[in-house]
């Protein structure tokens, strides 16, 4: 079966921006600078209470929750930024451009015009549902990207990747609820 698919910019940030969030390194990081920041505000608000500096103390109080509170906005936004500016230099030929994926009960195969990809379905690591695409994820993380918006007949092709993916037991996640 062949089906019709291009790759939009917001495709591949997306892309990226779900890979990195689910990244045990990403998650800690997070976590360890909004905690760090946000306990040194509250020893000094309790140090400054101690010395009778309510005002400062009150303000460090603020400063400290307001840094828990928005700092994962902030992280997220500086992210997006970094990414979208990274994939408008290195995937900008391949916005928008018309390609092929034909699926077979032994192989996945993506061709443009640029070149092709061909993979086993035994190197298949697991097939991820977004709200706006899927991912063919590979053991060698290689990813095929398939946009809901721009696959023809994104919901046929989905309901045949699932049902091969569960004949040859492969990891089918479905993080429709994922948002950056």
Known sequence: MDFKYNVQREDF???QLFQISQTEEFQSKMSRQRMTISLFLIALAVYLGVEKMYLFSG??????GLWFFLLPQRMKRLYKTKYDAEIGDK???RFGVEATLSVTDTTIRTADSGGYA?????EVAKI???SSMTLVIFQDKNTFILPQATTENYHHLIQFMDKRG???NKEIIDKTGWKW
Request: charged content about 20%.
């Open 13 to 15: 940030l997306n892309f």
């Open 59 to 64: 303000i460090a109080v603020v400063l400290a």
């Open 91 to 93: 995937f900008v030929k």
């Open 118 to 122: 061909e993979k086993r379905w035994a």
């Open 128 to 130: 991820v549902h977004l």
């Open 166 to 168: 569960n004949e040859l």
